[in-house]
């Protein structure tokens, strides 16, 4: 994959709409540049990358722990993860694994590849063109509230 942008997780944000009515967004913020990159992500994903993003262990491993923690089992070590296409406003991401000599390239939400990043204390990047398409200049409004895990 070429022409990649490294993010980092910026912030989850609430965002209230007129009807009062929460959505969750996740920021990603360019490493070396200033555009952000918002994404919407349900409520759940969103508490699992604030929950991985402050380092808030829980007593039994989560859906995105579980994950980590079979591929680590299986010997499957993750490389990055790629946020790759956007199609009719939907964002499709890659999870780059090793195994041997052998480069994997499996599909999923970003909102769940973020997620597995965080744990598994990867890079996260974003294609040259969905950046172009989908990235901002500056921040988005701030929200009423932040995220709390």
Known sequence: ?????????????????????????????????????????????????????????????LTHDLIVNIFKELELKVEKIVINDLINDVFYARIIVRKDDKILSIDARPSDSIAIAILANVPIFVSSSV???????????????????
Do not use: C, Y
């Open 131 to 149: 950046m172009e398409r989908a990235g901002e200049e500056s921040p988005p409004p701030e929200s009423d509230e932040d995220l709390e895990a």
């Open 1 to 61: 994959m070429k022409n990649l942008i490294e993010v980092e997780v910026k912030n989850v944000i609430v965002v209230k709409d007129e009807h009062n009515e929460s959505s969750f967004l996740v920021i990603l913020a360019e490493k070396e540049g200033n555009k952000v990159l918002p994404i919407s992500v349900g409520l759940f994903e969103a508490q699992a990358i604030a929950r991985a993003k402050e380092g808030i262990k829980t007593e039994r491993p």
